[in-house]
């Protein structure tokens, strides 16, 4: 056996007896090398195989950890949400633990980008790609949940000259809340298990009245309903037609499989914003989310997100792009 082989081996044992725990920190590129005699790529490529293998994740600047231990196997039955949401808070804990760690700057200084950590923007641009969003970081905008990010773009003017917000109904009842309380203008139109009409939806369109469309397109609350992928197609075709936005909130889009694809999958002329939350994948008490933006809006949504507050909170971002950059959402997810 080689002493790559060796170094794998001898950490997979560890790992699967119980001697090195869920979390437990691997000894360093250098101990290794020390210990087994070998030079660091060694023991560095043995690390990387067993990242890539998901026994371990990296920190920056910190090492690797154990991501599987022997307390939490892959067998393990999970009986309701709260084991899920348990299994979850263990690993989001050892991410914030280490955001804590390295006393970074933005924990003493205002941290100038309204738009959210470097960090994680990076984070969600490959997370939101695996699920067949492709975007630019610069579309992307972190929000302290999606009930902000819905705040600001009811108070937002468009551009495209119209005044009222049109709202599937049923709907999600903090939005019917947040049009009602502040007396905004607006539509309804009703969407069952029949469908949309699409005909009276191209009314409503082509008025010119409609600023933005608000619906949920996969497992809508509080109905379930998803749309069909030629009615996600005619919904990106008629906002691009008549020059009216759609907010996508995609708050269970976690939970979909690869053949039901969001709308904005099927936007080709920035018509649609895309709201995506952690709240259901992870914990509400997270309370952080993201928008992706078409271009001509980014400007406008972050100067109504500097009234609001100076940064998302940004020890919970980095925390939660640690979680991301390391499979442990991806890992999570699964299990759930």
Not at 193 to 222: A, M, V
């Amino acid at each position: 056996m080689s002493i790559y082989q060796d170094i794998l081996e001898s950490i997979k044992n560890d790992i699967q007896n119980g001697s090195l725990e869920k979390g437990s920190k691997l000894p360093s590129i250098r101990q290794l090398s020390q210990t087994y005699s070998c030079s660091k790529d060694t023991a560095q490529r043995a690390l990387l195989e067993l990242r890539y293998q998901n026994y371990i994740y990296a920190v920056p600047k910190s090492g690797y950890y154990v991501l599987e231990g022997r307390s939490d196997s892959s067998d393990k039955v999970l009986l309701n949400l709260n084991d899920y949401n348990q299994l979850a808070y263990e690993d989001f804990h050892l991410c914030l633990d280490e955001s804590l760690a390295g006393h970074q700057d933005y924990l003493f200084n205002y941290y100038h980008e309204q738009a959210g950590l470097t960090e994680l923007v990076e984070a969600l641009k490959n997370r939101l790609a695996a699920d067949d969003i492709y975007v630019n970081a610069d579309q992307i905008v972190i929000t302290s949940g999606s009930q902000q990010a819905l705040y600001i773009l009811s108070q937002m003017d468009f551009g495209n000259g119209g005044h009222k917000i049109l709202l599937e109904q049923p709907t999600y009842h903090r939005m019917n809340q947040l049009v009602n309380r502040q007396k905004l203008t607006y539509e309804s139109i009703n969407r069952g298990f029949d469908g949309l009409d699409l005909d009276l939806l191209e009314k409503y369109f082509k008025s010119g009245q409609i600023k933005f469309f608000y619906t949920i397109s996969r497992y809508s609350n509080p109905l379930g309903l998803s749309y069909t992928a030629k009615e996600k197609e005619k919904l990106a075709q008629l906002a691009s037609q008549y020059n009216v936005y759609i907010v996508e909130d995609d708050y269970m889009g976690d939970f979909s499989d690869s053949k039901n694809l969001p709308i904005h999958y099927y936007d080709t002329h920035d018509r649609i914003i895309y709201i995506k939350s952690f709240s259901m994948a992870l914990f509400p008490g997270l309370r952080l989310g993201s928008v992706v933006l078409p271009q001509n809006l980014r400007a406008t949504f972050l100067a109504h997100k500097g009234l609001i507050d100076y940064d998302t909170n940004l020890i919970m971002q980095k925390a939660l792009s640690v979680y991301l950059d390391n499979g442990m959402f991806q890992k999570n997810i699964k299990k759930l």
